[in-house]
């Protein structure tokens, strides 16, 4: 067996298991042994599946053995535990769905099952995907592995962390509002929002669907791209799946940004940036010049509204969404004296407090007296800077902005604060608002701990957002820092 103590990427993996240097048995093993040994420090899952990814790897064996192969087959990956997994618990780290048993796979499920896939877990979250540190799950909450006093940030924090510490090769997230792109800043790995449309939400639990999307968590840009090849493209159940053609998105991986122009939105460097925050971006800045890109700055004047724009809409589509938690068709149910009974007890004690926190907001955002007022004004500032975007996108390729403003921070320090909380995604959600790609890669440290940078094309522009980031990962080697547990 091969020596792969420090783990392997996608691509690394599929030159050994191609060459027959391990097994996806072995591998599987591996990774395996390793949730063992920092999982209690980390808390990254909700679910691990050993005997379904033995299971899976040794099918992947045959593959292999039959010269079937392809580069996702017998690699062991982590699952957000949002995404629907027939025949295995899917929680959404909610009482309400503790013992939830999809009978059907996610849409990315059925094409990553397809690609020869091992899946070794379902990654912890904050509760329904509400929450940008992962200590919102109901179960308990997941730590930085470059700091384990410190959150990985979230929802997809689970997800974050098994790739950042070596429990996975990579994993699947979801994207609301920066659930993929800000922990994947906080833990130093890539991780990607598609294009709204441009990865099927069937089998995604729904928390805004305007704005959800699945998106890859990787050690490195090529494992992003591979993993976006198989998970992309239209699929007829999911009505805002878009028929766009799917490219290769691994032949857009080029280390030449000659002529490119690249924006940076003043908006994005808010009051209250940490110092460090802001002299790792100048840094990379000053990188991307010398890969001859091109740097302006720009302005996007509604970006300051976002923020508001998105906990009207997020928790409007939520309330709406999470109404069919009533105790009857399925999940958690209390019974009581009554139906009203069965009801509120069952909401009552099946939801945490941040999932009841934006049901509240959303039903009062859409209730007859306010509907005018709040959320139909939020749709028309939802236009105003999905038209900035596309304004800014007629002369720039891209936009360079932090993935946050801060670093990671400690776990409790922002709980009893939910505004605190909610500006954490402050860089992040005018991409979910206007529908446009974006990825975080990692980018440098402040005092030990991970900077992300963000990337934002226009829509449908992955390969130009993969472009910029694999030129720059090229160039600087924070993507092979690894945490040490």
């Known amino acids: 067996m091969t020596d792969i103590h420090g783990g392997v990427t996608v691509h690394e993996g599929y030159k050994l298991l191609k060459e027959k240097k391990i097994s996806s048995v072995e591998l599987t093993k591996h990774y395996l042994e390793r949730i063992k040994q920092v999982e209690p420090k980390v808390r990254a899952f909700t679910t691990v599946t050993d005997e379904l ?15 079937k192969a392809g580069l996702l087959t017998g690699v062991p990956l982590a699952i957000k535990d949002v995404i629907c997994t027939k025949g295995v618990r899917t929680t959404c780290s909610s009482k309400m769905l503790e013992n939830f048993i999809p009978p059907y796979d996610a849409m990315v499920m059925e094409k990553l099952n397809a690609a020869g896939i091992v899946m070794v877990g379902k990654a912890n979250m904050d509760e329904f995907a509400m929450g940008s540190s992962t200590e919102n799950s109901a ?7 470059w700091d384990l006093k410190r959150v990985p940030g979230g929802s997809s924090g689970g997800s974050a962390v098994s790739v950042a510490a070596g429990e996975v090769v990579a994993a699947l997230g979801s994207d609301t509002g920066g659930s993929i792109r800000q922990p994947a800043g906080f833990c130093s790995v890539v991780g990607m929002k598609p294009t709204y449309g441009r990865v099927s939400r069937y089998g995604l639990v729904a928390f805004a669907s305007s704005l959800d999307q ?25 009505s805002t799946s878009v028929p766009e053609s799917v490219p290769d998105y691994t032949k857009s991986l080029k280390t030449d940004l000659k002529g490119m122009r690249l924006g940076i939105p003043k908006e994005y460097y808010v009051e209250g940036m940490q110092t460090g925050v802001s002299d790792v971006m100048k840094a990379a800045h000053k990188k991307l010049e010398e890969l001859g890109a091109i740097l302006e700055e720009v302005s996007l004047p509604h970006t300051p509204y976002a923020l508001a ?32 009974e069965n009801m509120e007890k069952t909401r009552g004690n099946g939801f945490g407090p941040e999932v009841k926190r934006r049901i509240m907001l959303g039903t009062y955002a859409l209730s007859a007296g306010y509907y005018d007022a709040w959320y139909l004004k939020a749709q028309k500032v939802r ?64 005092d030990g701990l991970p900077v992300g940078m963000q990337i934002i094309g226009k829509h449908f522009s992955e390969e130009t957002i993969l472009k910029v980031a694999y030129a720059y990962e090229q160039a600087t080697d924070w993507h092979k820092k690894r945490a040490e547990i």
């Open 214 to 238: 699945i998106g890859p968590l990787t050690q490195d840009v090529t494992d992003c791209a591979l993993l976006m090849n198989v998970i992309s493209g239209h699929d007829k159940r999911d």
């Open 139 to 145: 179960f308990f909450p997941t730590h930085n592995p």
């Open 309 to 340: 724009v998105y906990y009207i809409i997020a928790p409007s589509e939520a309330s709406a969404n999470l109404a069919r938690y009533d105790g009857v068709k399925y999940g958690y149910s209390y019974k009581g004296d009554s139906m009203w």
């Open 383 to 446: 236009t105003l800077i999905r038209q900035e975007f596309d304004k800014v996108f007629e002369k720039y390729d891209a936009l360079i902005t932090p993935t946050s403003p801060t670093v990671p921070f400690k776990i409790g320090e922002k709980t009893d604060d939910p505004l605190s909380m909610y500006l954490s995604d402050v860089c992040t959600l005018p991409a979910n608002i206007a529908g446009v790609p974006g990825i975080s890669i990692p980018a440098g440290f402040v």
């Open 53 to 67: 990814a033995l299971k899976q790897a040794r099918k992947a064996d045959e593959e292999i053995a039959a010269g």
